[in-house]
């Protein structure tokens, strides 16, 4: 599988009906709902806004965040 976000080779952990759980090894491990991928399959993605959003998301002791909107995430990590 490609990673949603930044289209390298990952592997995927214990998917479950409503999200994946991705190990990409340039993104990290995260979790993202079906719905995300779909769109991550048709948008432009800021790259650097995921990873950033995902690595606060780490230190705030989230191992695997979950990523429920591209749209939603990419204005939370741009606005602050």
Same mark, same amino acid.
């Given at each position: 599988?490609? *990673?949603?976000? *930044?289209?390298?080779?990952?592997?995927?952990?214990?998917?479950?009906?409503?999200?994946?759980?991705?190990?990409? %090894?340039? *993104?990290?491990?995260?979790?993202?709902? #079906? #719905?995300?991928?779909?769109?991550?399959?048709? &948008?432009?993605?800021? !790259?650097?806004?995921? #990873?950033?959003?995902?690595?606060?998301? #780490?230190?705030?002791?989230? %191992?695997?965040?979950?990523?429920?909107?591209?749209? &939603?995430?990419?204005?939370? !990590?741009?606005?602050?």
């Amino acid at each position: 599988m490609q *990673c949603p976000i *930044c289209s390298s080779d990952c592997q995927t952990i214990e998917p479950d009906g409503n999200y994946t759980h991705i190990d990409c %090894p340039d *993104c990290g491990e995260y979790k993202i709902v #079906r #719905r995300a991928i779909e769109v991550a399959a048709s &948008e432009t993605i800021d !790259v650097g806004i995921f #990873r950033d959003y995902l690595s606060k998301k #780490r230190k705030a002791n989230q %191992p695997a965040p979950m990523i429920t909107s591209l749209k &939603e995430k990419q204005g939370l !990590v741009s606005n602050g």
